[in-house]
C-alpha cells in the first residue's frame, strides 16, 4: 500500500508495534503505524493506523465494506456501560472518502475516540483509530487525515 501522512507535530511515531499490540496469527491486521502524545505532554498513545489485508468482493460497495467494518466495531462496544455511540457519519476528501464513527465514555481513556475506516480500491481497509482527552482535540485528529495520500492504485 502506498501511503503518505504528515502527523500532527505534537505527535511521535513508535516502530515497535509487535510489542504493544501483539501479533496477529491470521497475518491479516498490520499496524502500520502508531503515534502517541509527545513525552512532555504525557506520553499516551493517540492514533493507530491498522492495514487489514482481508480483499473483498469486487461486487460489494466501497461503502458497504465501510460499514461492515464499522458494524463489527459498533458491536465490541454494545453492552458497555456508560458508553455513546453516534451514527457513522461519511465524510468526502478529494481524493478519497471516509467512513467516521464516534466513541465516548466518562469511564473510558481516552473519554472521546474515534474510528475511521478507508476502503482502498484493492477492497482493503485502512482502519484509524483516535484517541483525545476532548472532543476538540479528536476532531483536530481526525482532521488531519486530509493531508493523508494515496498512491494511484489505491484511488
Known amino acids: 500500500m502506498g501511503l503518505t501522512y504528515e502527523f500532527p507535530e505534537k505527535f ?7 510489542q ?15 503515534l502517541w502524545d509527545m513525552p512532555e505532554r504525557g506520553g499516551a498513545l493517540r492514533m493507530v493506523l491498522l492495514y487489514d489485508a482481508k480483499q473483498r468482493g469486487s461486487d460489494t460497495t466501497r461503502d458497504t465494506i465501510s460499514l461492515a467494518y464499522l458494524g463489527e466495531v459498533r458491536r465490541n462496544w454494545l453492552g458497555v456501560k456508560g458508553i455513546q455511540m453516534d451514527a457513522p457519519t461519511k465524510v468526502s476528501q478529494p481524493s478519497y472518502d471516509y467512513w467516521r464513527l464516534d466513541i465516548s465514555g466518562p469511564d473510558q481513556v481516552p473519554r ?3 474510528v475511521t475506516v478507508i476502503t482502498l480500491g484493492d477492497r482493503r481497509v485502512l482502519a484509524i483509530k483516535a484517541g483525545a ?23
Not at 511521535?12 to 509487535?18: E, I
Open 20 to 34: 504493544l499490540f501483539g501479533d496477529d496469527k491470521t497475518g491479516r491486521e498490520r499496524v502500520i503505524l502508531s
Open 112 to 114: 472521546y475516540s474515534s
Open 133 to 155: 482527552p476532548t472532543q476538540r482535540e479528536l476532531d483536530s485528529e481526525v482532521a488531519s487525515l486530509a493531508r493523508m495520500r494515496f498512491d494511484k492504485s489505491q484511488k
Open 12 to 18: 511521535s511515531p513508535t516502530a515497535d508495534n509487535k
